[in-house]
């Protein structure tokens, strides 16, 4: 995937977390816009299109088959290698009496991939093999012209646990370089795209380190083409599929710069853009927004909370000017209690059914932060910008909420959270921020108290000892309180 720069002016753009780091295991998108081949027939369109293709950060095409006689063909892939050098041109692999053709043309551009379709919804294990073994004598001749090949696995949600074992053992056996899950009757949402891959992960371990490469393509039948993009890339896809442009195929695919729209490129993670980031998406001064810091998984020992510095007129008694927010959680998590420290004044939001929300999406932070430190086993700090998340189907299910449900409760935590920190001075600040199908906890500083232990302690987004926890006394002397308007 081709890359390209941005400015820090750009940043100014943002109103939300709706854009957040690209993660390392993303490599690109694959454009499926129609007519391409067509266009190139007649000459009409065909290098401008190629020069935009040039120009933006997608690094595949998929021209699906070849219309054009053999000439013709190989004019236009000269020319789209001319123009645009980086772009590999996925081709469909046509039928057997046609490979010599296809063959021959991959010898002239060895820089086009082949795409080798199979159909699972509705089919039995044993009319799967007869399609993989139909395509054993193809995939040994391209591999003899060294040609890049894709395993499109076709209603790859329709299938089972078996027949998608049988696929990925094929193209692992003869070294398919990816496999594309397509959801083109648009059965998937969120949830299941992670569902899909997880069971990859989980059954293949081994896919992440050597290959093949995943790819998925969701249909906008229903509207959930982003929404299962995005999850599909949370949860370790390499390529999506989409189109450019408005006159896409007529599968509904995902508009591909819509979906990168909603993903800031790699130079936001750097430390000197990382305060001015923070502020502008939480609401939070900029000044007292720090870079993230790597703090080991055992740090020091926690002092307990009557030994915590007492708040100032400049800023919280957590971090840096910054809210603190206090839960105070009964054993049994039937009562929460959330406290907010801010500047010299403690103000307190009493016992509300609505601040579990909260208290969940501050969990489910520290529990995808210490998972990030675990796999990065101290080799990098992990980005805060990207832990926390959670698809609001995952999040009303935990509470025990259906959604109408959930979204009241948010509004109420948000709205008391918002009128509370108005009173008190600091306007603007956002407690929940969402993007597509997902929200998050914002505060970067936090404690979580259950009964007399000492849960999670967060300051500046990173725990200073999540493995660490003490018993506290219950009797916490409280700092003079600011009533709840």
């Known amino acids: 995937m081709n890359r390209q720069t941005t400015s820090i002016g750009h940043l100014a753009e943002f109103s939300d977390w709706n854009r957040f780091p690209l993660p390392a295991s993303f490599r690109g998108c694959v454009d499926h816009s129609a007519g391409l081949l067509a266009t190139a027939r007649t000459g009409k369109g065909w290098p ?15 021209l699906g088959r070849l219309a054009l006689a053999e000439p013709a063909s190989d004019a236009a892939l000269t020319q789209l290698r001319q123009r645009a050098p980086g772009l590999t041109p996925w081709l469909d692999a046509p039928a057997p009496a046609e490979l ?23 089919r039995s294990c044993e009319q799967i093999g007869q399609q993989l073994e139909a395509l054993v004598e193809i995939v040994q001749q391209l591999h003899s012209r060294h040609a890049a090949l894709c395993l499109v696995l076709q209603d790859a949600p329709g299938a089972s646990p078996q027949q998608l074992q049988l696929c990925v053992e094929f193209a692992q056996h003869f070294a398919i370089d990816r496999v594309t899950l397509c959801d083109q009757q648009a059965r998937l949402t969120p949830l299941g795209v992670r569902n899909l891959l997880s069971h990859l992960s989980t059954q293949f371990p081994e896919l992440q380190r050597n290959g093949p490469a995943l790819a998925f393509k969701a249909n906008d039948r229903h509207g959930l083409a982003l929404a299962n993009s995005m999850a599909a890339i949370a949860n370790g896809i390499h390529f999506v599929h989409g189109a ?12 591909l710069n819509q979906l990168l729209g909603h993903y800031a490129l790699p130079q936001v993670q750097q430390a000197q853009h990382y305060a001015q980031l923070i502020g502008q998406l939480t609401g939070l001064p900029s000044a007292n927004a720090t870079a993230p810091r790597s703090y080991p998984l055992e740090a020091e020992p926690l002092a307990p909370l009557e030994r915590l510095p007492a708040p100032s007129a400049q800023g919280s008694a957590a971090h ?10 009964s054993a049994d998590d039937w009562h929460v209690q959330l406290l907010i420290q801010w500047g010299a004044q403690q103000l307190d939001l009493g016992e509300r059914v609505h601040h579990y929300v909260l208290l969940l999406l501050a969990r489910e932070y520290c529990q995808q932060q210490q998972q990030a430190c675990q796999r990065l086993n101290g080799s990098a700090a992990p980005d805060p910008m990207s832990l926390g998340w959670v698809e609001r189907e995952h999040l009303h299910k935990m509470i025990g909420d259906s959604q109408a449900q959930l979204n009241v409760k948010l509004f109420r935590a948000i709205k008391q959270v918002n009128c509370v920190l108005g009173s008190a001075g600091l306007r603007h600040y956002k407690p929940v921020l969402t993007r597509v199908g997902s929200l998050r906890f914002a505060c970067p500083d936090f404690c979580i108290l259950k009964d007399s232990t000492l849960e999670h302690d967060v300051r500046a987004w990173m725990p200073v000892s999540p493995a660490n926890t003490r018993a506290y006394p219950p009797a916490w002397a409280p700092a003079p309180q600011v009533p709840q308007p």
């Open 48 to 62: 401008g299109y190629i020069e935009q293709l040039a120009q933006s950060p997608f690094g595949d095409i998929a």
């Open 320 to 329: 840096n000017g910054t809210p603190r927010f206090i839960f105070k959680v």
């Open 244 to 255: 450019i442009l408005t006159h896409a195929e007529q599968d509904s695919p995902l508009a």
């Open 100 to 122: 010599d053709s296809l063959t021959r043309l991959v010898a002239r551009h060895p820089q086009c991939g082949i795409q080798l379709r199979v159909q699972l919804g509705g």
